[in-house]
């Protein structure tokens, strides 16, 4: 099994920048891709950005140039830089792991952790 603990969010003025920041723990893990998705009230959730286990990243086309995300894999953290924010970049963002569990690959997420953008 792997946890993932999401933290960074809160309230932001558009324009502004906030930094989630993920946290994967558990036993006999390998995590290939790591990434942000979230979903604004009734809506689906979304893929915001990942990032593979050797740095290759792919962003959602809202977001390019104004979000990055990066890792750290010795301490299996995963980060998102997001500046330039927009009142529709409010949503909850859940983070997301695909891990080598013994004996097979398995997606794991977060709970989320709530962006607020006010106008």
């Known amino acids: 099994q792997v946890q993932l603990v999401e933290s960074g969010g809160g309230l932001v003025q558009a324009g502004g920048s906030r930094r989630l920041s993920c946290a994967a723990s558990?036993?006999?893990?390998?995590?290939?891709?790591m990434g942000w998705y979230r979903q604004a009230p009734g809506k689906q959730r979304e893929l915001v950005a990942t990032?593979?286990?050797?740095?290759?990243?792919n962003y959602a086309n809202s977001v390019k140039g104004r979000f990055t995300i990066s890792r750290d894999n010795a301490k299996n953290l995963v980060y998102l830089e997001m500046n330039s924010l927009k009142p529709e970049d409010t949503a909850v963002y859940y983070c997301?792991?695909?891990?080598?569990?013994?004996?097979?690959?398995?997606?794991?997420w977060g709970k989320g952790t709530l962006v607020t953008v006010s106008s």
């Open positions: 997301n792991a695909n891990a080598w569990v013994p004996p097979r690959d398995t997606d794991y």
């Open positions: 558990g036993s006999r893990f390998s995590i290939n891709v």
């Open positions: 990032i593979s286990s050797s740095g290759r990243t």
